[in-house]
């Protein structure tokens, strides 16, 4: 889980620390409990999917998502990011392997 907020403008933006210790305690916890997952997945919006992609080693695909997913990320994006408009939503993914070596376990 990555918390969203919305930064004013002139404003030092802490997101991308908020992101890597986030991704960082996931791969913790894989380790941790011993979990074997082939891929590590998500549904996110961008500008989090250009994000994804392009600092933290994902593919991400723009395609429509289950109704149930998409719904639960339109409603983060409309709190936090815009209410006035719809958010552009794809799929991120990464083998678990790419992603333990991105983010070696710390346990």
Sequence with gaps: HIPPRSIPPNQENPLLLDLSESLQMTSDYI?????????????????????????YGFDAVRVNVPDEWAERVRTVFHRFVDA????????????????????????
Excluded: M, N, S, W
Excluded at 33 to 54: Q, V
Excluded at 84 to 107: H, K, L, S, W
């Design 31 to 55: 380790q941790y409990h011993r979990l074997k997952p082939k891929y590590i997945t998500g549904c996110t919006y961008e500008p989090l999917l250009k994000l994804a992609e392009r600092r």
């Design 84 to 107: 006035d408009r719809d958010p552009v939503i794809g799929f991120i993914y990464a083998t678990a392997e790419t992603f333990q070596e991105r983010f070696p376990p710390r346990t």
